[in-house]
């Protein structure tokens, strides 16, 4: 699983867990995020129990990937930062759902 969000920080950023519309709601700056059916999650995610290296559990923050604008973009539109969302987009291989993740995890401070 890319993205993993405990209780404590549902609540801090006010999320809302929409089943109706298949969705969480991120109620500090938004924003929504779709939920993914079985069939769409893709098959490597499934088989992969690897974080990228500079994760949340505390790797080396090295760039294993090139940070794109447009992920960069995906994450400021949460509230983050550019700067923020690229540092921790460095630090997570790019992957947007582990970025976010890292930065709701640390209050934006990675």
């Given at each position: 699983?890319?993205?993993?969000?405990?209780?404590?920080?549902?609540?801090?950023?006010?999320?809302v867990i929409d089943l109706k519309e298949n969705?969480?709601?991120?109620?500090?700056?938004?924003?929504?995020?779709?939920?993914?059916?079985?069939?769409?999650?893709?098959?490597?995610?499934?088989?992969?129990?690897?974080?990228?290296?500079?994760?949340?559990?505390?790797?080396?923050?090295?760039?294993?990937?090139?940070?794109?604008?447009?992920?960069?973009?995906?994450?400021?539109?949460?509230?983050?930062?550019?700067?923020?969302?690229?540092?921790?987009?460095?630090?997570?291989g790019n992957s947007t759902d582990l970025a976010?993740?890292?930065?709701?995890?640390?209050?934006?401070?990675?």
């Open positions: 699983m890319d993205m993993l969000l405990g209780l404590d920080m549902l609540k801090r950023h006010q999320c969705c969480l709601k991120i109620g500090t700056t938004g924003t929504t995020a779709p939920f993914l059916a079985e069939r769409d999650i893709p098959k490597t995610a499934e088989d992969s129990d690897q974080q990228p290296s500079g994760s949340a559990q505390g790797g080396s923050g090295t760039a294993t990937a090139t940070v794109t604008d447009e992920n960069v973009s995906k994450l400021v539109d949460m509230g983050f930062t550019p700067e923020q969302s690229r540092k921790a987009l460095g630090m997570c976010a993740s890292l930065l709701f995890e640390k209050g934006g401070q990675v």
